[in-house]
């Protein structure tokens, strides 16, 4: 039995203070973790609105502790069994793509965690963005696929994008008070993942249950799997193309195991800052929630009495060929970085079923991205069915699958 969710009772003056909350993809996590800030802060943030894929008893739980005004299942199947459970208490429930939208977009809303998984989470992104919402983005994928689209709606309305992921965090905290063309570039940094020290002619034969053990951060099935290809840092270095507006030469990664330093920036006058911290998804996730301030927070601190040595080393590009496959779709602009993500998260879901090799990710997504032809300045439609044809690209390899 889970027990329900008081809200604490604030004063007026308080009450103007605390941010309302929709966490997207609460059930994840990303989506976890955050509602643990919202714990450790319940006088400063409220949650409004939470969404799930298809965990429809985790969603049901998190509403009876949090009392949101909606939640959203992705599952129509199971909008029933969140309905018997939630429309009793006064919630309302939503569903599909559409419901993420009108979470994204609800009215008592303030900041909105864009914390879905891939493709799936761009049309809530953008819906938050044009209802002139603060979005904290862990959805990387949304700014690979649609970099240009978001960066344009920032431009037009009064939303803001604040980001979530830990290195774009950690540049984001070394710009506070630095002008803003001090920067000469940047450096992301990456742990390396499970198999930086293997050798590369055994990598034909990493399991799953192999790639999914990742060395320092606990994370959903898809990013963990990214980061052993090292696609994440590929999809990082989109990421930070559009959020710092830097261009992708100047923008480099170096392979750092202990996941300490969070990444760099170099500015014109030869100085270096980076972001130092415990691999701790919590404080990224506050740091979005409160900047401009810094709340007070009893998270585990980096131990000075510890030795402590920061060792970097440049990544192996030869066996990692995902981080130049990024850095060409970047290049080469328009839908390209679209094809490139679409391909990674298809034949990600294929390794996770187990249906191709580890060695067969890279090689898929180096054919769609040779196959499909990059096109200029897409509109939302194209990004559409760009993404479909590059699935489609991946799936016509595996002759078991009719596609
Ligand atoms: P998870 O897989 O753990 O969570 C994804 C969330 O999205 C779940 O709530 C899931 O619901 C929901 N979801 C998935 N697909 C759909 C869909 N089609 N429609 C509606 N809801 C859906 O992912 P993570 O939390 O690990 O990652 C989230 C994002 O944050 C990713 O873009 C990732 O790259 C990024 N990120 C994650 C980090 C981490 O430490 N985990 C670090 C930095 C960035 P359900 O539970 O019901 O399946
Ligand atoms: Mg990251």
């Not at 090689?363 to 196959?371: F, K, P, Q, S, Y």
Request: negative net charge.
């Amino acid at each position: 039995m889970h027990s329900t969710h008081t809200r604490p009772a604030r004063s007026p003056d308080q009450e103007a203070d605390v941010q309302r909350l929709s966490i997207l993809g609460s059930t994840g996590s990303i989506g976890a973790q955050t509602l643990d800030v919202v714990r450790l802060f319940p006088n400063r943030l409220d949650v409004r609105a939470l969404t799930a894929g298809s965990n429809a008893e985790l969603l049901i739980a998190q509403a009876r502790e949090f009392s949101p005004a909606c939640v959203v299942i992705g599952d129509a199947r199971r909008r029933k069994q969140v309905e018997e459970a939630l429309c009793p208490l006064g919630v309302r429930v939503l569903t599909g793509q559409e419901g993420l939208c009108e979470a994204a977009a609800l009215d008592e809303t303030d900041t909105v965690v864009a914390a879905l998984v891939g493709f799936a989470g761009l049309e809530s992104v953008l819906a938050a963005l044009r209802a002139g919402k603060k979005v904290a983005l862990a959805n990387k994928e949304t700014l690979v696929v649609a970099g240009r689209l978001v960066t344009s709606l920032l431009q037009d309305d009064q939303g803001m994008l604040l980001p979530v992921d830990s290195e774009h965090s950690a540049i984001f905290q070394c710009l506070a008070g630095e002008p803003e063309r001090s920067v000469e570039s940047l450096a992301l940094t990456a742990s390396g993942g499970p198999f930086r020290t293997r050798p590369a002619e055994t990598f034909g034969t990493i399991s799953k249950a192999e790639a999914l053990a990742h060395p320092n951060w606990s994370m959903g099935a898809k990013i963990t799997i990214d980061s052993a290809t090292m696609m994440n840092k590929g999809l990082e270095v989109v990421e930070a193309h559009w959020l710092f507006d830097m261009p992708p030469e100047r923008i480099a990664v170096l392979t750092h195991p202990q996941s300490i330093v969070h990444s760099l920036v170099v500015f014109e006058d030869g100085s270096v800052k980076a972001q130092l911290g415990l691999p701790d998804m919590g404080l990224p996730i506050q740091y979005a929630l409160s900047y401009p301030e810094r709340w007070a927070a009893p998270r585990e601190r980096l131990d000075w009495s510890d030795v402590m040595h920061l060792h970097f080393e440049p990544p192996d590009r030869a066996k990692f060929p995902c981080l130049d496959l990024a850095y060409e779709a970047l290049a080469a602009g328009g839908t390209a970085p679209a094809v490139l993500n679409a391909a990674n998260e298809q034949a990600v879901a294929l390794f996770l079923e187990e249906k191709i090799r580890f060695t067969d990710i890279s090689d898929l997504i180096g054919e769609a991205l040779g196959r499909i032809p990059a096109q200029a300045d897409p509109s939302l439609e194209d990004l559409v069915a760009c993404d479909a044809e590059a699935r489609r690209a991946v799936l016509k390899h595996i002759p078991s699958i009719p596609v």
